[in-house]
């Protein structure tokens, strides 16, 4: 068990729909982060979180709208995305973002497919 | 642009053959970890190393940290089916990078 679970894990969206995806982490950890990975990319990281406040923001596109409401939860919020959005959106918690060794703990991820 | 470049990035063995996976940079990094992704589950962290030089050892699986600190290795010895998967690298210098990747297929 990872500690990290991600909902939903499959999801099919239009381009014009509205959607939202959530994460919780169960292992009391500060940091929580969102990654897209794509078939032919690296992992590439999107936003990190440390208690609440968003300290990295890799010049994603405003279409990715993150929410991290507690320390426990974090959400990324979809509007209009485009086909090359379609990815496997996973979640991570760790204790202290700031530790370049701390380890990272993943959820499972959700299938994003936009028609 | 940090990039990790990892190679192979596909390999097919049979159960039972060694292998050695590489992630390398031109970049040096402060410390270097390893995660196994499984097939509909996320990363799963197998070691760190942060010294140069440095070699850890986990049941069958050896890593080495390169000297300058620049790039890494994974060797698996007896290879197994529940080897299989997708192997990632991940550098520090300040916030954690991911190499590109070595997806293995063990055949029993």
């Known amino acids: 068990e990872t500690g990290v679970t991600q909902t939903p894990r499959h999801l099919v969206m239009g381009m014009t729909n509205k959607k939202s995806l959530k994460c919780e982490q169960h292992l009391g950890h500060n940091a929580m982060y969102w990654y897209k990975q794509s078939a032919k990319k690296p992992l590439e990281l999107m936003f990190v979180?440390?208690?609440?406040?968003?300290?990295e923001n890799n010049s994603v596109p405003s279409r990715f709208s993150p929410e991290c409401p507690n320390s426990s939860h974090l959400f990324l919020h979809l509007h209009t995305l485009q086909p090359e959005d379609s990815a496997l959106y996973l979640c991570?918690?760790?204790?202290?973002?700031?530790?370049?060794?701390?380890?990272?703990?993943f959820g499972p991820g959700t299938r994003l497919t936009v028609l | 642009t940090q990039l990790l470049e990892q190679s192979p990035q596909f390999l097919s063995i049979q159960e039972g053959e060694n292998l050695t996976v590489y992630c390398n940079s031109s970049s040096v990094f402060s410390s270097l970890q390893w995660y196994r992704q499984e097939p509909g589950e996320g990363p799963v962290l197998l070691v760190t190393v942060v010294t140069g030089g440095e070699v850890k050892k986990l049941k069958r699986l050896t890593f080495q940290f390169g000297d300058a600190r620049k790039d890494s290795s994974l060797h698996i010895t007896a290879a197994q089916p529940g080897d299989t998967g997708l192997y990632l690298c991940a550098g520090a210098p300040d916030k954690l990078i991911f190499g590109t990747g070595t997806r293995l297929q063990v055949f029993p």
């Open positions: 991570a918690s760790s204790q202290d973002q700031r530790i370049s060794t701390d380890t990272q703990y």
């Open positions: 979180y440390s208690l609440e406040e968003r300290v």
